[in-house]
């Protein structure tokens, strides 16, 4: 299927739903049944009929069909937050004893997933650099269950070959989950390049619009059917209706946003890497990069995310660049309409995580505005300096 259709048409059954063109909002908790042996069919098969909303709701299933289809996957779950869908996918596969390996500087809380929670309950794991697939197979145990991977990474954007990791995994028999937030399914699909789970935030370019916190799943409709019967019910971290469908609406411009974006990040990236204030640039696809040729080969163009590391001494100066900014807002998320900045010397005040960047860094977040008003707004903080 063409991405148009999917976008547009796959999952709306207009003659059921009297021919409307924005699919309906199924506000209900509830589903009523004309018989026994109605409702006791339709138990039988909660994922793929209305029982209770929390099994399944036809405006949700809607979007599960088009986020399924946009990564090549058979089936795909949706919840209330990426973390929550990276939670429901790791522990699908894990249980007391099992060993995981995981690509270095994970999103923040997917590493306090792996390296204090599911500690707690025997789950040991071993961090590794990602930029050569070797590491992780030596880093394979007996008992490892799972390799994790997020490439790039959403804040340094190292990558992974995927396609040799997903080889190695195979060959042993271990299950791959990627987070593929950074690119969307726009822009990489890493289903087809052999890993059996992809995740998303998809509160990020899947959304779109910066007003819904959610979270997918893709992958096979027998992995799908697992985790819906296990960790989906029983957790219940459920996306509503209305935000399904706002996610629905969202949909209809992805293609558009994540074009746009990417556009002008490689626009913005080019004008940071020759700009004296600036040290350094990262950019899956900046020419100094040196896995440009992987970028090239797993992904279809840059995402909208880079970062920059100013060239100056002291942290006030850090402080005066971001406050002087006057069309990036300072916020942490990304993937919406809006241009973000986030100054990693702002994480020193937080307890959820260590912060193992520079303070001297910021992540930039290129939203749909005009580029070369950005890259103005860039030049005149950096002047401040």
């Given at each position: 299927?063409?991405?148009?259709?999917?976008?547009?048409?796959?999952?709306?059954?207009?003659?059921?739903?009297?021919?409307?063109?924005?699919?309906?909002?199924?506000?209900?908790?509830?589903?009523?049944?004309?018989?026994?042996?109605?409702?006791?069919?339709?138990?039988?098969?909660?994922?793929?009929?209305?029982?209770?909303?929390r099994g399944y709701n036809p405006t949700?299933?809607?979007?599960?069909?088009?986020?399924?289809?946009?990564?090549?996957?058979?089936?795909?779950?949706?919840f209330s937050s990426g973390s929550a869908?990276?939670?429901?996918?790791?522990?699908?596969?894990?249980?007391?004893?099992?060993?995981?390996?995981?690509?270095?500087?994970?999103?923040?809380?997917?590493?306090?997933?792996?390296?204090?929670?599911?500690?707690?309950?025997?789950?040991?794991?071993?961090?590794?650099?990602?930029?050569?697939?070797?590491?992780?197979?030596?880093?394979?145990?007996?008992?490892?269950?799972?390799?994790?991977?997020?490439?790039?990474?959403?804040?340094?954007?190292?990558?992974?070959?995927?396609?040799?990791?997903?080889?190695?995994?195979?060959?042993?028999?271990?299950?791959?989950?990627?987070?593929?937030?950074?690119?969307?399914?726009?822009?990489?699909?890493?289903?087809?390049?052999?890993?059996?789970?992809?995740?998303?935030?998809?509160?990020?370019?899947?959304?779109?619009?910066?007003?819904?916190?959610?979270?997918?799943?893709?992958?096979?409709?027998?992995?799908?059917?697992?985790?819906?019967?296990?960790?989906?019910?029983?957790?219940?971290?459920?996306?509503?209706?209305?935000?399904?469908?706002l996610i629905l609406r969202g949909l209809?411009?992805?293609?558009?946003?994540?074009?746009?974006?990417?556009?002008?990040?490689?626009?913005?990236?080019?004008?940071?890497?020759?700009?004296?204030?600036?040290?350094?640039?990262?950019?899956?696809?900046?020419?100094?990069?040196?896995?440009?040729?992987?970028?090239?080969?797993?992904?279809?163009?840059?995402?909208?995310?880079?970062?920059?590391?100013?060239?100056?001494?002291?942290?006030?100066?850090?402080?005066?660049?971001?406050?002087?900014?006057?069309?990036?807002?300072?916020?942490?998320?990304?993937?919406?309409?809006?241009?973000?900045?986030?100054?990693?010397?702002?994480?020193?005040?937080?307890?959820?995580?260590?912060?193992?960047?520079?303070?001297?860094?910021?992540?930039?977040?290129?939203?749909?505005?005009?580029?070369?008003?950005?890259?103005?707004?860039?030049?005149?903080?950096?002047?401040?300096?």
């Amino acid at each position: 299927m063409d991405i148009s259709h999917i976008l547009n048409h796959l999952g709306e059954d207009r003659e059921e739903y009297y021919g409307a063109v924005a699919p309906p909002v199924f506000q209900t908790s509830n589903f009523a049944f004309r018989s026994v042996a109605e409702m006791r069919e339709k138990l039988t098969k909660e994922l793929e009929n209305p029982f209770y909303t929390r099994g399944y709701n036809p405006t949700v299933a809607s979007l599960r069909k088009k986020l399924a289809a946009l990564e090549g996957a058979e089936d795909a779950l949706v919840f209330s937050s990426g973390s929550a869908a990276v939670a429901a996918a790791v522990m699908s596969v894990v249980k007391a004893g099992d060993h995981v390996v995981s690509v270095k500087k994970p999103y923040s809380w997917t590493n306090n997933l792996i390296s204090k929670y599911l500690a707690k309950y025997g789950v040991t794991h071993t961090f590794v650099d990602g930029g050569e697939a070797i590491n992780f197979e030596k880093a394979i145990q007996e008992n490892t269950k799972l390799i994790y991977l997020e490439s790039p990474n959403s804040l340094t954007f190292e990558m992974q070959d995927i396609e040799a990791v997903a080889k190695i995994a195979k060959a042993k028999g271990i299950t791959t989950i990627i987070d593929n937030s950074y690119n969307s399914p726009l822009n990489q699909n890493p289903i087809k390049m052999g890993v059996d789970i992809v995740v998303h935030s998809g509160t990020k370019y899947i959304s779109g619009h910066s007003d819904v916190v959610c979270g997918v799943v893709c992958g096979s409709h027998e992995r799908i059917m697992k985790m819906f019967a296990e960790e989906y019910m029983t957790i219940g971290s459920i996306i509503s209706p209305n935000d399904a469908a706002l996610i629905l609406r969202g949909l209809r411009t992805l293609e558009l946003r994540v074009n746009k974006s990417a556009d002008s990040a490689k626009k913005v990236a080019d004008f940071a890497e020759n700009h004296p204030k600036i040290k350094s640039v990262y950019y899956p696809f900046s020419s100094k990069n040196p896995q440009l040729a992987l970028a090239k080969k797993q992904m279809k163009q840059g995402g909208g995310l880079l970062s920059i590391v100013l060239d100056v001494k002291e942290e006030k100066q850090m402080e005066i660049f971001c406050d002087n900014l006057k069309r990036f807002l300072m916020a942490t998320s990304w993937g919406g309409y809006e241009s973000l900045v986030f100054p990693f010397c702002a994480l020193a005040a937080s307890k959820s995580f260590e912060n193992p960047l520079p303070w001297n860094m910021v992540r930039l977040y290129i939203g749909l505005e005009d580029p070369d008003l950005l890259i103005e707004d860039l030049k005149q903080a950096l002047d401040k300096i």
